[in-house]
């Protein structure tokens, strides 16, 4: 089974297209995490929800909009999609936002490469 | 600020050879989390260890082992013996143990070391 899944693998769209990411954890984790990895290999945070509560929103265009319908799922919808948004984009989960004392690793899910051309 | 460094960028050896991929942080709190994530060509993250700041005690996994040094601010990943599977991007990663709603658990990740093992 897997833990953390997103749809789709892959995604190749026009620029100012609207377009969503799916995640999925079956892990029974409370918090899940946005990160885009640039064409450097670069990993960088873009959200996080807590058992539906946005608690991360880092500087991202507000074209980024995620949404959580319910812990077990964050979505990621970008409107008026542009060249520089081609990377790869990673779903995670955690047991818990809280660091200290519990199991916070993170889990990834196996990434969307979203291509804008 | 906190702050990952992986200063190698690529490193080749040859297999069988140890081989040692440096990481160094920055943070202003005095608990903290480190992680090691592996990235093989196939794309996916896959989590290789967790370590609290309050434990220095070094780790050994098989073939993988882990010196962290608060002292030095460094969390190094030595591969004994490596094999052609090791062949991937290896990220270092800071997670802080702040208070209230600052603790968010996310991930301060490093550059990346890209490993190549040769046959």
């Known amino acids: 089974d897997t833990a953390v899944s997103q749809t789709p693998k892959y995604l190749v769209t026009q620029m100012g297209n609207d377009k969503s990411i799916k995640c999925e954890q079956n892990l029974g984790h409370d918090t899940m995490y946005w990160y885009k990895q640039d064409s450097k290999k670069f990993l960088k945070i873009m959200f996080s929800?807590?058992?539906?509560?946005?608690?991360i929103n880092e500087t991202v265009p507000n074209r980024f909009s995620p949404k959580s319908p319910d812990k077990a799922h964050l979505n990621l919808h970008i409107n008026s999609l542009e060249l520089g948004d081609s990377a790869v984009y990673f779903c995670?989960?955690?047991?818990?936002?809280?660091?200290?004392?519990?199991?916070?690793?993170?889990?990834f899910g196996p990434g969307t490469r979203l291509t804008v051309l | 600020a906190q702050k990952v460094t992986q200063a190698q960028t690529e490193i080749s050896v040859v297999e069988k050879e140890d081989v040692t991929l440096d990481c160094v942080y920055e943070?202003?709190?005095?608990?903290?989390?480190l992680f090691w994530y592996k990235q093989p060509p196939s794309g996916e993250l896959v989590f290789l260890i967790r370590?609290?700041?309050?434990?220095?005690q070094n780790e050994i996994s098989g073939r993988y082992s882990w010196n962290f040094q608060k002292s030095t601010s460094s969390f190094n990943f030595t591969i004994t013996a490596s094999q052609v599977v090791d062949s991937a991007v290896y990220f270092c990663a800071l997670s802080e143990d702040l208070t209230g709603s600052s603790n968010t658990g996310k991930l301060i990740f490093g550059q990346g070391t890209t490993l190549q093992v040769k046959p």
């Open positions: 995670a989960s955690s047991q818990s936002r809280l660091a200290g004392g519990l199991r916070n690793e993170q889990f």
């Open positions: 943070t202003r709190d005095t608990t903290y989390y």
């Open positions: 929800y807590n058992n539906k509560e946005l608690i």
């Open positions: 370590r609290n700041s309050f434990d220095e």
